[in-house]
Structures are given as C-alpha cells and as structure tokens.
C-alpha cells in the first residue's frame, strides 16, 4: 500500500520533492534501517554481513529502482529494465564504498543518474530535487540519454557497446589501490572486445587487477533473449574461467526463489521480504569478496544473474525501454512506481548513505574529478631537417615519441599491427613492447610502454581512455584498419568536447596511407577513415592533420601535445619524401591551416593538396603548365579545420574551446586563382572547407576512387586519376571554359 505525499510527512525534505508515491513504514525499519549503516565519517560499511548493512543495501537497490523508473516515465523515454536488474550488486558497491564505477551500458544512464542524484553529485549541475531530476532529464544541457562527460561524478561516457572495460582498465592502470568496477551487459558480452581487450591487458599488465567486470547476466538484450541466455551457471563460469579469470563469482536470484517463478532466470522483487534480504546479503557477501580479491591481485569478475527488468513496469526485453504510452499515469507505471515505494525515513537513510559512502559525493572523490598530475617532457628534440632532403616523417615524429616517453613512464603508444612497418621502429627500440617475455630482438619488456594486441578496438581503447582519464598517450595505425578502432576514440573525443576539466587530448598516428600500399591491393587501400574525420571536424575538438613532410609532422605532433580535450590524428607516410617547408613554415602552416610550396604570386590554378605522397604528381603537374605558360601555384592543407569558417564549426560548445580560423584575406592571399583544384590521395571530405570558401569561378576535386593492386605509387595514382598528366589536362580544360 502507498501513500500520498501530503499524507507521508508534514515537512518532506528537499530532496524528496516530486517523489509521485511513499510507501508505509517496511518490517523490521526501526532496528534495522533507522540508523545508516555507514556511519559519520566512515567511508563504507563496517562489515558485510551486518544484519542493517544488508538491510540497508535492499533500500538502496528498491531506491534506485523506483528513481529510474519515475524519472524515465516522466519523459516516457529511457531504459530502466537493464539497470534494475543490476541495483543489488550497484547498491553493494556502494555499501563497501567503491565510487569510481564506469559502465559498458549506455543504457544504464537512467540508474547512474539516481544513484548520482543519491549521493548528491547532481547538485553541481542545480539538481537538488526529484522533481528537477525529472524536468532535466533527456533534456539539453541536462542528463543526456546515455552518459557523457559532462554529468558530475559520472567516470566515463558510455554509448555503444563492448567500450566500459578500456575506461576501468585505464583508471585500473593509472589510480593502484582504487576499485573500478564496471558493469557489462549480457547483450555486450556478445560483442567481441569485452573479454579479448580484457585478456591482453591482463598479459601486459598481470599486476593491475584492481578493475572489476560485474556482469548483469538478466538474459535479454535490447529486444530478444541475450546471446548468452542459454549458458548454464557452470558453462558461464568456464567461460569467463577460459579468458583467464581467477575468480568468478556467481549470485543467482534463482537460487532464492521459494516462490518457483518459470523459467531460468527470477526476479528478487517478487520474493517474500525475508527471502529478498537472503538475496541481498548474498550479492552483498559476494561484492565484498569480489572486490577484495580484485584489489588482492586476482582477475575477478563478479556476476549477478537475474531477470531483466526485476522491479519495474515489465519484464524481459520488453522492460528495455519505455514507448509513449508509458507517462507517469500509465497503469503499469503506476503499479510498479506504488509496489516499489519507500517511506520518507528509508529514502533519508539510503541518501545518507549514500552521501557518506566512498567519502562523499562521486562528483567530489571519484578519480576524474580532479586533474592528474603530468610528468614535465622537457624540450622535444625537434630536428630542423633540410630542405630538399628527403625523410621519413612517421620516424621523425617517432623520434618525439620516444622522448615523452622516457619523460613521462605513464606514457602509452598502442599499435596493432606492428611500429616497424610503419617506420616507427625508433619508438619500439626506444620504450619497448609490453610482452612477458623479454627478448631484446624484438624489443620486448615487460616493463614497455608499447602496448599491442592485434585488435584495433583494443588499442584505441585503452589510449583512448587513458587520456580521457587524464594520461598522455598515442594511438597508431595503418590507415586501412583504423577505421575498427574509431568508434571508441569517437566516444572519448564527444566526451572530451563537453567534459568538465582539462585532459591531456587523445593523440592518433595513421600511417601508411593507400597510395603506400599498391602491392597489398584493396585489403591495406582503405583511406575511407578521411571522410569519418571529414565530418567529425565540425564537431568542434577534433583536428585531422596532413604534414606536408617530416618538419610538418614534427610540428603537428609537438602542437598536439600542448592541447587539451581535443582529438588529433595525424595522417603521414612512412616512405622518404621531400622536405619542402623549414621549421618555422611548418609551425606556421600547421596555425594557418595551410602553406603555400610553390608557385605564381597571381596564379591561374591553385592546387590544394592534402596529404604528402599526392603532392608528387602535383609538382609535376605543375611544371608540365609551367611549360604551358599557364600560371599555378600549389597549397598544402595541413590543419582543414583551421579553413573552415567560424560558423561552420560548433567549437564556442566545447570544453577548452579553440576558435582559431583562418581568415578571409589570408584564405585569399593562399587560395586566390580563376582555378581551383583539390587533390588529394584520400577521401575528399577533408577538402570541404577550401571548396566552401574559394571564389575561384572554376573548380574541380581529384581524390582516391578504388583500391587495386599495383606494382607501384604512381600505378595507382594513375588508376584513382591522380596522375600528372589527367592533373593538367583538367586543368587546361577548365581554363578554356573560363
């Protein structure tokens, strides 16, 4: 039975505000729930098997449950069923005082954000009541449908799947001592990264096991039965046994069910109260054990197996998410909003708790709410290489590399598919591989700071997430298998653009672009990534770099580490190319967007190169006209973010905003002609702020078409039609139509 607001108490804290139902006083409250089991200035519960302790951690969980889901129905939108079958073992974390708790479940946002409105974390953004909690939910600027980085104790956004574990391994790696729990889905365990991310970091770093995978094992995914709903309890512990884990920790609501509901998996709301405290001192047992024997130097994953959507309007898939008809005045609503109802007393003590657990709020102690401390890198050995010479630019910056690294033994460079084959062999020889076998051949150690698994998800991932963590590191890989591991490093950098303090950027090197690989056919000719980059520009924080040579790409890399909550990717070649710029040009190109190489102070085509190899058959275009006596000049676009127009960019939005274009009468003074051509050897989405903003009457893109297998560069250029000869052909046609 329930009851109204008015009638449960005559002066209703603050923060109950907008609670639409109170239930009556529950069994057994006044010995056992009246007094906060974590007491004034404690950090946790003092033991777990304390009668009022495992009480107490049932009011969280039934908490929690009733705040997703009247927060979620009073938008009819968001997920609550996922996150309410996981509140015990949430609560339980809680209770032993662990608060730097990501998640592999964007999902799940609705529940973090209760359990942030608990312990009051939310009320850095103004969120002091339930009733503000519900206006600002999936609203802007408020709690976004997944989680991001701009809600206060919140440790790392979550949106697609199989990404929460780089999050908790990288805080694991950064911050010994501290738990990280994070909890993953049934329906993500399907997703290949989870368990094989986890496995290669656990050879590299055997020692860092104070990260904890919680499966929420409730046997459905979004709108079916999970991959994994018909494993066993004993086939599910040989399986995550098999990828290596020492302990795996197993609490079936199944086991508790006097009640005999069908099927294999139950739903503890639906036990007698005595049968739901059995339950939850189970979980709470076992959370206590999980986490000691994580922080004890054991890879551990604890599991909680129980029935999606335990406690709120429907059961299964179909408690996934809520759909129009699920207001607050819906009758399933209703019902599961009245069932789940608490008293004004139970709500103060969970919110004390809650408060007082971990050493206050997540917004104040969690480890992302303070700056981390960087090592001081120095001077960069920056080399002022010759012009005309001809250099490597992937081993120039690697040469960098190499110093940050030794600066700062945080530093991490990840790789995929191997540093020496794309010319940066120089990092390997300098911070090691990350192998437990030391082999000085291959320069492997297990004390390295290069970290490759052969995935490329993985290596985004954790570099990925160590700077959003606050830690410097690179990611590299071949242009062609890049694209495998963007959809994480495009989470973190959205994350960066809104988060609430500085982080160093996340660095990328892609290398070994298609016009390199012309004996390795179609499989290693995939410059497609160019385009996701292209678009990504607009969001504001993300820079896609072009060095014109080794001088440019040093500059680009020293830049790029100077910013802050930005994402950069720098795109060379690993092949010796001409040095066309000095030191001070490329500095300066790299700030203007673009340089000019070559060329008529009036010229009657402007080529407007982007990347290194493309400009090979440009410079010889560009002599084939000379002796035309038709007038040219080329560009090389270094920074194209930087040449877009201020309001083409939602940059003013972002955390550490840059605002820094190009204006008009330099864009002139580069790209001024009656001409226009664009070249690139990649994706031509990257030449879109030049084609916006020159006024040259004629204009004409050439760009990478189709992989195929050649015998050499230039084979392919001309297969793409880069070649010289179709570059001044086009050219002269132009100039007749002018």
Known sequence: MTVSVEAAVSSLPTFLEGIQYFGEPLPHFESLGQSPAIAAGSRAIADPTDPAAVYQTLLAADALRYLTLQVTASKASGHPGGFASSVEAYASLVMLGHKNIPTEVGHHAPGFYSAMFLDRSLEAMGILTVEQLRERFREQHGLLGHLSGFIPGILAPAGPLGQGQHFAMAAALLHPGTLFPVTIGDGGLGEPYVLSSIGHFHTAFPAVTNFLPVLVWNGFSQEHHSMVSTFTNEQMIRYWQANGFDQVILI???????????????????????????????????????????LGGELTVLILKQLKGAGVHARGAKSHNLYAQHTLENPEIVSALQERALPVAAWQTVRTNFERAGGGPAARVAVTESVLPLANLGTLPVEDHALGSKVVATTAIGALVAHAGAADRRYLVSNADGNEASGIANINSALKIIHPTPDPLYNQAPDGQVY?????????????????????????????????????????????????????????????????????????????????????????????????????????????????NKGIAIIASKSPLPVRTTLAQARQALADGAIALAGDENPTVVFAVAGDMALVPVFEAAQQLAELDIRSRIVSVVNPRRLYRPTDVAWESCSEPDGEFLDDANFERLFGGEVLIAVTGGASGVLEPVLLRTRAPRREVFAWKRGETTASPAQLFAFNGLSAAALVERARTLIEES
Not at 264 to 283: E, G, K
Not at 452 to 478: I, K, T, V
Not at 495 to 516: I, K, Q, V
Request: aromatic residues 10%.
């Open 252 to 294: 079936d609501a199944k086991d508790f069910d006097a009640a005999g509901q069908s099927g294999a998996y139950a739903d503890s709301t639906r036990f007698r109260f005595d049968q739901r405290l059995a339950f939850t001192a189970a979980v709470l047992a076992a959370a206590d054990r999980a986490a000691k024997a994580a």
């Open 452 to 564: 490759e698994p052969l995935s490329e998800d993985a290596c985004a991932g954790l570099a990925a997430a160590l700077a959003l963590m606050g830690s410097r590191s690179l990611w590299c890989s071949y242009e062609s298998f890049a694209i495998n591991g963007l959809p994480i490093w495009q989470t973190v950098t959205q994350a960066m653009a809104e988060l609430r303090r500085p982080t160093p950027s996340t660095l990328a090197l892609f290398t070994a672009g298609a016009l390199e690989q012309g004996r390795n056919g179609w499989t290693h000719q995939r410059p497609e990534i160019e385009n996701y980059y292209a678009a990504l520009m607009r969001n504001g924080n993300v820079f896609v770099l072009f060095p014109t040579d080794a001088n440019v790409a040093q500059a680009a890399y020293e830049w790029a580490l100077t910013t802050r």
